[in-house]
Every structure is written in C-alpha cells, then in structure tokens.
C-alpha cells in the first residue's frame, strides 16, 4: 500500500495534463530558453512517437546515420500504448520526464508511459532518446552509440565486435570461422553484422535506451537484433560481456536472416539445418540424433505425420527445446543436400512458412524427392535406419 502510495505522488503532476495519444508535458520541466526550439522539439517528439507504430522504415523523424540503432529501439514502441489487462489500447500515456541539454542543439529526451485505473498509476516503459537539432526541425535516436562511445572493438571478416572492457578473442576467431562457413553455403556477400557485448537483459536495454518495460520484468537474459541494407545489429544480453558464450546453432539463425528474412522461410527446415550444421543447447548433431532415438525412434508405431502436426519435445529438462520433427527434418535435408548440393536445401527451406496440414512442405518434399505424404511415414523409418548405421559405422 505504501509502494502505491509514493508512486501515486510521483506520477500525479503528470496525470492531470493527460491527453490521448499526445506527449504530455509537466509545467515545471525545463525545456530549451528559446520557446520556438521548444515548440519544435515537442512537435517533432509528437510526430516521432505517433510514428513509432507504423513500420521502422517509414519513421521520418529517425536520424538518417543511426537508423539501425533506432530501429531496435523503435521496437519497443510497438502496441506500447495497449494494456490487455485493462482491455484498452490507449491505455498508456506518455509523460515527458525530463530535457537535458548535453550540447548545442543535442537533448537527452527522457520520457514514460503511464496509465491510471481507479485513481492508481500503472507504468508500462521508460525510455531515453537523443533529440538532434537539423536547422529548423528535430530528429531522433537511440542512445546506443553514445553509451558506447568507450568502448573497444574487434573485427574478424565482416564481424565487428563492440565490448567494454575485455573479449574472448578464440571465440572471436571461432565465430569467424563458423560464420565464414556458413555464409558460403548461403552465398552471403559483403553483409556486416555489429555485436555490442553485455551481461544481461537490464544491461542491453539500458544501452538502446529503455531503462525500465514491465514486458520483461523478471527477465535476465535475452539477445535482440535489427536490420537494414547490407547490415544487422545484434544486441548480445546472454552472459556475454566478453563473448564468452557462443552459439553455433543461433549462428546459423543470424546468417540466414543475412539472406532472408526468417519469417519466410518454414521454420521446422530452419531449425532442422540449424541442428544438423550446429547442434542445439551445447549437443551435436550426432547426440541429439541418439536422444531423438532413445526417447523418440524407440516405438515403431510412432506416426510422423502427427509428430508433424503436434511437436514433440525429447529434451532432458524444461527449459532446453529439442523437437521431434526438427530433427526427422535434418534428416531430410542432409539427404537433399547430398543429392542435390546446397541449392535443393535452399529450396526445401522456401517452401513457404509453416502451416497447419503442412501442404505446401509435403508438395516440396515430393518435387525434390519424389516422397510423397501418403509414404512419408515409411521414408522417415527408412531414414532413421540409414542415420544409425551411419553412426555405428563412423565409430
């Protein structure tokens, strides 16, 4: 009661200028001397957020040199305003906090969204935006660039690194490879991806500029990413201020969306190529395949086209994610790509998204091994027989 109390008596200046969808304004901020720089940065600080929900690109208020840095902010603006909770989807306000001068013609922008429900405050996000001056207008961006203004880099082909203080530079050298690897099987040319290096989730967030979002309350570890042209940006928030931690499988993932856009691609031939080149939750291919035996391949009535309809997961624990028919789909691409070279994988893998009933992967299937639905169960079995072998003879 208390804790409700207090934040009431913070928040309530802010809630008697409320207004729908515009910024609203505490009388005692201080804003720029000069009342016309006033009335533009808060015009175009309007005109910023009321197009923070329309797609990235279209944002014409974004500073043109940081645009990939602001589009992972911008991210989190999106449905920022509805609360399922409260069943509204302007249920969320925002509150100018505070305009900190930081040099001619350059702001801190500091600002919140907040709801009130039967005289309480809810707050939903704070963030922190730069606020460029550019002669009579204003534009924006995330502050990433500036909190990392310090730090060190490393670069290892078209992989740029951006770490505080120290970095595992082995597991530089290996990515490098790994990613090398990959890039060639996806022809991948001249595409720069940017690592920035943190701790954890609060430590990300805090770096692009969301100090606080009730959406990842309790959340410790999460990576985000966003991309333009020839460049994405990943924001590294997984233990991994030295990257220290590496994983080949999300590797694979990344390198893909170099290519194409993951959502077009059907994901279960995603994640089948990711365990067979990559492994999964620190396992090989060759151990997930001998889990998926063990736990999943050890009943002969198992009916493959239901594992393909309702995912089955072998993992050892809860948290760790190993699915049944992802792996039934390595299969398949392993004996793709060995027929018919990477470019029959590359069309298995644009099948089209996945959908229920999975027609359009059984019609890829049959055009590129003649297996049809009715004698997938029985290609599956057979497949499964060839992979043991395989792996009794490779010991």
């Not at 606020?131 to 880099?153: C, E, G, I, Y």
Request: neutral net charge; glycine residues 4%; aromatic residues 12%.
């Amino acid at each position: 009661m208390k804790l409700k109390l207090i934040t009431l008596l913070i928040f309530a200046p802010f809630l008697l200028f409320a207004q729908t969808g515009e910024l609203t304004i505490h009388p005692h901020i201080r804003l720029p001397q000069d009342s016309l720089t006033s009335q533009q940065l808060v015009q175009a600080l309007n005109d910023f957020l009321a197009a923070a929900a329309k797609p990235n690109e279209e944002n014409q208020w974004v500073l043109a040199s940081q645009r990939i840095e602001t589009h992972i902010l911008l991210d989190e603006f999106k449905d920022i305003m509805k609360s399922k909770a409260f069943a509204d989807d302007q249920f969320y306000q925002p509150y100018l906090n505070n305009v900190i001068a930081l040099k001619k013609g350059q702001f801190l922008i500091q600002l919140s969204y907040i709801g009130t429900k039967d005289n309480e405050s809810h707050l939903r996000a704070s963030f922190e935006l730069i606020a460029h001056q550019s002669d009579d207008a204003f534009l924006f961006s995330s502050p990433l660039l500036r909190n990392t203004r310090d730090w060190k880099t490393a670069k290892v082909n078209n992989n740029i690194f951006h770490y505080a203080k120290t970095i595992n530079e082995e597991n530089v050298q290996t990515f490098g490879r790994l990613a090398a690897a990959f890039d060639e099987k996806l022809k991948v040319d001249n595409k720069i991806t940017e690592f920035y290096c943190t701790e954890n989730l609060t430590a990300l967030l805090q770096l692009m500029g969301v100090n606080y979002r009730l959406d990842y309350n309790g959340v410790r570890q999460a990576n985000f990413s966003s991309s333009l042209g020839d460049k994405k940006l990943i924001l590294l928030g997984n233990d991994n201020a030295t990257f220290q931690n590496t994983d080949a499988h999300d590797l694979w993932h990344d390198r893909l969306s170099l290519k194409i856009s993951r959502r077009k691609v059907n994901k279960p031939i995603d994640e089948a190529c990711a365990y067979l080149y990559a492994g999964s939750w620190g396992l090989s291919w060759e151990e997930i395949f001998n889990q998926f035996c063990d736990k999943v391949a050890n009943n002969k009535k198992t009916d493959w086209t239901q594992i393909k309809e309702e995912p089955v997961n072998f993992a050892e624990t809860r948290t760790e994610h190993l699915i049944a028919d992802y792996v039934v789909n390595a299969l398949f691409v392993q004996q793709i790509e060995k027929d018919q070279g990477f470019a029959g994988v590359w069309e298995f893998l644009n099948c089209g998204p996945f959908e229920k009933g999975n027609a359009n992967y059984y019609a890829a299937l049959e055009q590129l091994t003649g297996i049809t639905q009715k004698g997938y169960n029985k290609a599956v079995w057979k497949l499964i027989e060839k992979q043991k072998k395989m792996a009794l003879a490779n010991n």
